[in-house]
């Protein structure tokens, strides 16, 4: 955490890097992230290993575009170049590119925003959960399920 704050200061990015150690998760996550995507800002999950990724989903509903790791579930939540960018974080350089390239193309960073809150918001609330179990039983009855 000092190494990071002490590169906040050298590099003067106060108001643009936001670290926080608590935060209230009901009431200050889904404002934070909102925050930052009227700020326009990016949603960066840089974990190594991911098995589902629910942040990404909360930032992406709240109109938060994402850059996250290739590996787990980003997989099935991102689709590369549409609603967000997958990287693979062992490559800082191609980390920092899908970043910059959100900060600094206003069009592309609209579509990431829209996009992805449009995909959080059809797969991953209750009525959307609903529908896909729907679907599924559907096809079961029909026989027509495949996994």
């Not at 002490?6 to 934070?32: A, C, N, Q, W």
């Not at 970043?99 to 059809?122: C, H, I, M, T, Y």
Request: proline fraction near 5%; glycine fraction near 10%.
């Amino acid at each position: 955490m000092k190494e990071m704050q002490s590169l906040v200061d050298k590099y003067r990015l106060e108001g643009k890097v936001y670290i926080r150690r608590y935060v209230e998760f009901e009431t200050e996550v889904p404002e934070f992230y909102r925050t930052v995507a009227r700020s326009r800002g990016v949603f960066i999950n840089p974990a190594f290993i991911e098995p589902f990724g629910l942040a990404i989903i909360e930032a992406a509903s709240c109109g938060l575009p994402v850059v996250a790791t290739d590996s787990g579930g980003p997989r099935e939540i991102i689709t590369n170049g549409k609603d967000g960018f997958l990287v693979n974080v062992g490559n800082t350089k191609a980390m920092q590119a899908a970043v910059r390239k959100l900060l600094q193309d206003p069009g592309l960073w609209d579509k990431f925003s829209r996009a992805g809150r449009e995909n959080a918001l059809r797969h991953y609330t209750w009525s959307g959960m609903a529908r896909k179990e729907v679907d599924i039983f559907k096809g079961i009855l029909r026989g027509s399920f495949n996994p």
